[in-house]
Structures are given as structure tokens and as C-alpha cells.
């Protein structure tokens, strides 16, 4: 446990001794007034990774000097490009190669996912969810409850938090399973929650969940490339995530997903059909008969963007170059450090500042969430103007995520800095 101090000098060191430091330079940064910005919004849109341009650039050269023979003979050609994600994504997901693939966007994915796991009958057709969970999700568990011909107010059963506390208890979630019982077909929950960066235990929820008989999935938006995930060894039913928060894939880029190898042979999951979901082998045959790929690659559909895949790539090279682990210890000591500096503030200015993100280490990622008792949305303004990328939310929540790949020591010192003469100016 190292002792942290509020200097430029101390954070100077620790990014000195930080193995991942080099990899700032691999980013392009937003600037304010010709400065680089401190970017602490990369669990809402990631940086770029300059090696993104090079991946693209490569599929604009293809098409331009191969036109439809790319498809065959790109360098990386065009009609198993997403095939090239499932080894280090699996990585990055705790799954086997062959239980990742990547499509589509999100929530288009997680409609997906649903068609083969929530197939709700008279006795059980009820969907345990989070209280006020990411809207998209919401949307998607109304429109799919009604597509069944169910009433959403009663097949959709929200688990509350408890009153004056802001996050969920995995206990309550786990009573809730079990009190739904052979009713209950589905859990489907964020892994981490967007608003506060609460990180559930999935294990034990998907273990809860199937001991009922219910199919277990998840919403990975916000966990994805930022906490350590196990979804095999879990044996999560399915996931889903997009690749443009943490994973540094760029604005709609597509959403990876994951279904378990105990549900690949499964004949009597129903499924969405397309061309890129049947036999490979057998793909451009045009044959009548759907027959699904083995694997999560039988979940595909449609063909997938390449230019849209082009920079997650990019990306995923990356994780694999840095490897989970480092990347989880670097997240644990910076976001420990911006926790520290935002205390530290906290008493310099006399502030009540609130963290309403879990402080246990197995509970959250890089996020913090922190409440700043007595202050408005001119704070916000005055970081943003000091070139400080935050995310406010009302009533004085802002949202601050150190991103392992990219962020250094010094800009949590230097956003205390700030933080402090915002604060003072008021
Ligand atoms: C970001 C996010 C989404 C976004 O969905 P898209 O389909 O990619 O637009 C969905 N759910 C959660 C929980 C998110 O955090």
C-alpha cells in the first residue's frame, strides 16, 4: 500500500515507474485553447487510437485497388474480418475464441440475444432487470415483453435500491431471483451500472438465476476492456457490449457478444437468420436451407461494416499488447490516486463531496461517481473551460473515469488543481 500525497512531484514519479505510460502517445487527445484536454469521459466515448487511421486507411486501400475482390483478397480480407476478434476479444471477456463474435450495435445485439433467450410461456415469462437501468435497455425489455404479447408492467420486475442508499445490493437482487422463482425466465442486468459504477457480482447473480431455471444475460456497455470478466467460467448464458466506451472503437462502432459454448449445438434456440450467420464453408453457395455456423458466429446475421470494425481492431491489438492484467493494476492505483486527490480537496476547500461509487476494489472499475454537496452546473462549465472533460449529471454528480491506456498520474494532481479553484471562484 503506498502512501499518496497531493504533489505535482509525487504524481510525476508514479507516472515515471507506470509500465503502460508510453501508451498516451498511441491517443489522440481533444484539445481546449490548444491544450491537451484531461479526458475523463472515455467510459462514454473512448479515445482514438492512432493506430485506428493505419487499420482503416488499409480498407479504404483495398477497396480502392480491389473493389468486390476484397472480399477474397485484401490483406485482411473482407468475409471473415470479424473472425480475427474472437481470440483476443475472448480475452478481453473471459471467453473461449469461439464464444465471441462482434455485429451490429448494442442494443440491436441484445434484441438478438433475446430472441433465443427469453422465450417466455403462460407460467414463466417474467424478466428481472435493474431500477432505472440504462434507457436503451429499457426500451428493449418493454418492446420485447410486448412483442411476446406480454404486459411489460407485470413481466418486468425492477430490483430497487434500498431507501437513502445509492447502490444495489447483490443480496437483494439474488432475493428478488428467488422470490420471482419458476416464474422468473430471464436476468438481464448491466454488469456495471452507467451512473454510479457499481459493479455487481455477476457470478454469483448468474448462479442465483440458473438455479431457478432462468437464462442469465448481460449488458457489458461499461465493463468491456475496463474489469476483469470470467463469462465462461461464469457460465453467463449470453452478453453483450459496445466497443466505443472503453474499448476506444470510435463513435457506433460495432458491439461484440457472447454466448456460451453449452448453447452452440442447441438446435431449439430459435435465432435471427442471415447469410453471414450460415455455414461458413457453405456461405456464398446460395444454398435454400438456413444452417447455422458453429459457435457465437452462428448469431451473426447480416454482413458487418468493415470500416466499422476496421478501428475496433486497431483497438483490440492493443489489449492484447497490454494485457488484462497490467492494465487492471494500473486502473486500481489511478483511480485509488483521483479517489485520494478528490479527498484531499474535499478538506483543502472545506467541500462535501460524496463518493457514491462503492470504495471496495471488487466493486468497481475505473469510474468514480461523486456527489458534490453545495455546488452547481457553473463547476462543470468551469472544468470544461479549464480543459477538463467531465460528465455532469444533476444534481452536482460528476462522473470521472481514468483510463488505464491513457491517463497519467500527473492529470489527476492537476484536475485536483482545478477542482480546488473552481470551487474557490464560485
Ligand atoms: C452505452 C450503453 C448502451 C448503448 O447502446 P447502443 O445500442 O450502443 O446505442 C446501452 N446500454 C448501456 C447499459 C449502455 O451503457
Not at 451490429?104 to 433475446?114: A, D, F, K, P, R
Not at 463513435?251 to 448453447?263: T, Y
Request: aromatic share 12%; glycine share 8%.
Amino acid at each position: 500500500m503506498i502512501i499518496f500525497e497531493n504533489t505535482r512531484e509525487f504524481a510525476k514519479n508514479l507516472d515515471s515507474q507506470d509500465p503502460l505510460a508510453k501508451y498516451k502517445e498511441e491517443f489522440n487527445f481533444p484539445k481546449v485553447d490548444g491544450e491537451k484536454a484531461i479526458y475523463f469521459t472515455g467510459n462514454s466515448l473512448g479515445l482514438q487510437p492512432k493506430s485506428a487511421k493505419t487499420y482503416i486507411d488499409e480498407v479504404m486501400n483495398d477497396w480502392a485497388d480491389l473493389a468486390v475482390e476484397g472480399h477474397f483478397f485484401a490483406d485482411k480480407p473482407w468475409w471473415d474480418y470479424h473472425e480475427r476478434f474472437s481470440e483476443p476479444l475472448g480475452k478481453v471477456v473471459g471467453a473461449l475464441p469461439s464464444e465471441v463474435t462482434v455485429m451490429n450495435t448494442l442494443t440491436v445485439n441484445l434484441h438478438m440475444m433475446m430472441v433465443s433467450f427469453y422465450q417466455p410461456t403462460e407460467k414463466r415469462f417474467k424478466i428481472i432487470c435493474e431500477e432505472k437501468a440504462f434507457p436503451s435497455d429499457q426500451y428493449l425489455l418493454q418492446t420485447q415483453v410486448n412483442f411476446h404479447g406480454f404486459n411489460p408492467a407485470e413481466a418486468i420486475v425492477e430490483v430497487k435500491r434500498r431507501e437513502g442508499e445509492y447502490n444495489l445490493r447483490n443480496e437483494d437482487i439474488i432475493a428478488k431471483i428467488n422470490e420471482v422463482g419458476d416464474e422468473l425466465a430471464l436476468v438481464l442486468i448491466g454488469g456495471i451500472n452507467y451512473y454510479t459504477g457499481q459493479v455487481l457480482d455477476m457470478k454469483a447473480i448468474t448462479e442465483a438465476g440458473h438455479k431457478v431455471g432462468a437464462f442469465v444475460g448481460w449488458d457489458l456497455a461499461h465493463a468491456a476492456g475496463n474489469i476483469k470478466l470470467e463469462l465462461h467460467n461464469w457460465g453467463v448464458d449470453f452478453a453483450a457490449w459496445c466497443s466505443y466506451k472503453y474499448m476506444n472503437a470510435g463513435p457506433g462502432s460495432v458491439s461484440g457478444i457472447f454466448v456460451h459454448e453449452k448453447h452452440h449445438s442447441n438446435k431449439e434456440l430459435p435465432r435471427f437468420g442471415g447469410w453471414y450467420g450460415h455455414n461458413k464453408e457453405r456461405r456464398f453457395l446460395m444454398e435454400p436451407n438456413y444452417e447455422p455456423n458453429a459457435g457465437a458466429l452462428g448469431w451473426q446475421s447480416s454482413c458487418t461494416g468493415v470500416l466499422a470494425m476496421a478501428p475496433y481492431l486497431a483497438s483490440v491489438k492493443m489489449f492484447e499488447e497490454v494485457g488484462m492484467d497490467a492494465l487492471f493494476e494500473k486502473r486500481d492505483k489511478i483511480t485509488a490516486y483521483l479517489e485520494f486527490i478528490i479527498e484531499e480537496i474535499a478538506k483543502e476547500v472545506g467541500g462535501n463531496f460524496e463518493l457514491i461509487t462503492p470504495k471496495n476494489l471488487n466493486e468497481r472499475g475505473s469510474q468514480l461517481s461523486v456527489l458534490l454537496h453545495g455546488e452547481g452546473k457553473e463547476l462543470f462549465h468551469y472544468l470544461m473551460k479549464e480543459g477538463v472533460i467531465v460528465d455532469w449529471r444533476e444534481p452536482a454528480v460528476i462522473r470521472l473515469a481514468p483510463v488505464p491506456l491513457y491517463s497519467s498520474y500527473e492529470e489527476m494532481y492537476e484536475f485536483g488543481q482545478i477542482l480546488k479553484r473552481g470551487i474557490q471562484t464560485k
